[in-house]
């Protein structure tokens, strides 16, 4: 009692002071060139260009900046940096391959050998890279204006000529062609797209080292929609989408040249409504995203009530109403291979680090669990009365005072008997006869980063939930214990199966654990079975997905009673990390309410040293 009236300040302190590339290349090379970005000059490129005071912005794909290849620089340099972005033509570094890209001057070269372009004074014996002036020509020389024939060769009801004249058409008579001029970031035509009516067939040709796309829309508009083919660029450049730019890509599904992007900076949203053929599956579409930013990017999914845009018009469905419903190509619930593979090599070769925290006092279960790691769900049971509070609590003790940030939620025991089952585990005696000791050790336990949910028998799921959350935001918890599970049912407002309510708040904890990556350490009950018996991960109360969803299923077994020899030993009945199964002996000391053999070796020590100290 007179310790217990000493634990209660305690508390009260305690409380008051803690209130290199991807594996597929989709860029393409040029003059069989490989490119490659090398990350530091890359980084040390872009220091560059901030200490010369260069224009430069960061883009989704590519790295924008003023091109100091241009022959037209002297002139611009003139300007004011207020305008220089303006004024001044525009090279685009792709951030994947660190390929230069200027639209304006025609050229392409790896970052390396622009690099000595941008130094000043320029690097001994810098040749500057060769230009392209030339313009492209297009190979179909007796282009007219679309005419009502060609129109109507389309078999798009309700189209005019006027619309396609509108969006850039034109019309080649002899091999009964529609021609459409493809352009790069600087508008400049670089190439051209045909569409042969007789048989709908396709032909695209570039110039250079330049590749354009086919885009319509104002300029000012931040969002696109992208096609495959010119057919379902016709429907839906004349059908006045507001919203969107029309963008048909220039080889359709087959491959998407890296001196596109830079066309495609401007927007903040691009929009896959693509045509899939017999040749083309719809990955060719994720494929694309990745090397456009998937951020930003959307797919309409090949479904029959959302199909191509030019089947819609046929099938007279709503263009608008399927553009609607377009969902991320990335969900925040699904990665890549390639986005995690910097994750695994950090924890190849941190492994020790990755296993966890070790337990001091508990060397077995290192050798079993490796460690105690983040974002996992153990569950802790055992017969009444085995020790199974007072166990965690040592083990919970023993995390702590290596730093791991912890929450207890007792609502079995009130916090006064908890907090004085650590103290004393953590002194290694009672302090009932040493009472002037109280105030040193108080001292020493407060720093420990324990936390206690004020919370005591029967409680609803959702209010601990909400303490818990906030715990973990404001104190950076990393590990919570809840003792017992079962005092948190059977209070909510779902009156039904208790095994379904059970159920409810284990997946509530998993996706706790899971989400804030928080370790969630869960005390329960097992099911009533005769005492000769070994308990299971069967005998956990309830269903199996308690056990399924633990990553640890601790089991103390006690045979003191049922045998002449009989042991208590922890079991490791599952053990998802590596899958270590075994025993841990239960060795009690009581007077430091201890089951650690480092701590009772400890103690025999003392006692040892003890008498030579009394007869000194």
Not at 205 to 213: E, I, T
Not at 271 to 287: C, G
Request: overall charge positive; some cysteine.
């Amino acid at each position: 009692m007179r310790l217990a009236s000493l634990i209660k300040p305690l508390l009260l302190r305690l409380n008051k002071n803690r209130c290199r590339l991807s594996a597929q290349q989709y860029a393409t090379s040029v003059a069989n060139e490989e490119y490659a970005l090398d990350t530091k000059e890359f980084i040390d490129f872009k220091k560059q260009l901030r200490q010369q005071n260069v224009y430069n912005k960061d883009g989704h794909t590519c790295l924008q900046l003023e091109c100091r290849l241009c022959e037209r620089l002297p002139a611009a340099a003139t300007t004011t940096t207020a305008t220089r972005s303006s004024h001044l033509p525009i090279a685009y570094i792709n951030k994947r391959t660190g390929a230069f890209i200027c639209p304006s001057c025609d050229v392409k070269a790896t970052l390396s050998q622009a690099l000595a372009a941008y130094q000043t004074p320029p690097a001994a014996g810098y040749q500057r890279a060769p230009m392209n002036k030339s313009l492209y020509k297009s190979r179909y020389p007796n282009l007219v204006s679309v005419t009502t024939e060609a129109c109507e060769a389309l078999g798009l009801k309700g189209l005019k000529e006027a619309q396609l004249n509108a969006i850039g058409a034109q019309y080649e008579s002899e091999q009964h062609l529609l021609h459409f001029a493809l352009r790069n970031a600087t508008q400049t035509v670089v190439g051209e797209k045909v569409l042969n009516l007789s048989d709908r067939s396709e032909l695209t040709f570039q110039g250079s080292v330049s590749s354009g796309l086919l885009i319509h829309g104002a300029a000012n508009k931040s969002k696109a929609v992208l096609v495959s083919n010119l057919l379902d660029f016709i429907v839906l450049a004349t059908q006045n989408i507001e919203t969107h730019c029309i963008v048909c890509l220039p080889y359709a599904l087959q491959v998407l040249p890296q001196e596109c992007l830079p066309g495609l900076e401007r927007f903040k949203e691009l929009v896959f409504w693509l045509h899939y053929d017999a040749t083309h599956s719809w990955d060719a579409a994720r494929a694309f995203a990745q090397k456009m930013d998937e951020k930003r990017c959307l797919l309409i999914r090949p479904t029959e009530t959302e199909p191509a845009p030019h089947v819609a018009l046929r099938r007279r469905l709503n263009m608008r109403h399927i553009l609607a419903k377009a969902t991320p190509v990335r969900h925040k619930a699904i990665t890549t291979f390639n986005a995690l593979r910097n994750d695994i090599l950090s924890e190849l070769q941190n492994i020790e680090k990755v296993n966890g925290v070790k337990w001091k006092r508990f060397p077995v279960l290192n050798k079993l669990l490796k460690g105690h790691r983040k974002g996992e769900l153990t569950i802790l049971t055992g017969p009444t009365g085995s020790g199974k509070t007072t166990f965690t609590s040592e083990y919970s003790l023993d995390l702590a005072m290596q730093g791991v940030n912890t929450l207890w939620g007792s609502f079995e025991i009130r916090n006064t008997r908890l907090a004085a089952t650590l103290l004393r585990q953590f002194v290694g005696y009672p302090l009932d006869d040493k009472l002037h000791e109280f105030e040193h050790w108080a001292s020493e336990f407060e720093r420990l980063p324990l936390y206690f949910m004020t919370f005591h028998g029967q409680q609803p799921l959702k209010p601990v939930l909400e303490a818990i959350e906030h715990a973990q935001y404001v104190h950076d918890i990393s590990h919570v214990i809840i003792d017992n599970l079962q005092f948190m049912m059977g209070v909510s407002s779902y009156r039904g199966d208790k095994f379904w309510e059970q159920d409810s708040i284990i997946a509530a904890f998993r996706a706790f654990a899971s989400k804030h990556n928080v370790h969630v350490t869960l005390v329960m009950h097992p099911r009533k079975e005769r005492q000769e018996d070994e308990l299971t991960t069967s005998s956990v109360f309830g269903t199996a997905k308690a056990t399924q969803e633990a990553d640890n299923v601790l089991i103390i077994q006690d045979k003191r009673l049922t045998a002449v020899r009989g042991k208590k030993y922890l079991q490791v009945a599952k053990n998802r990390y590596s899958g270590d199964l075994g025993i841990m002996p239960l060795e009690f000391d009581k007077d430091a309410l201890s089951y650690s053999s480092s701590v009772q070796s400890a103690k025999r020590r003392r006692e040892k040293a003890s008498p030579t100290a009394d007869s000194s």
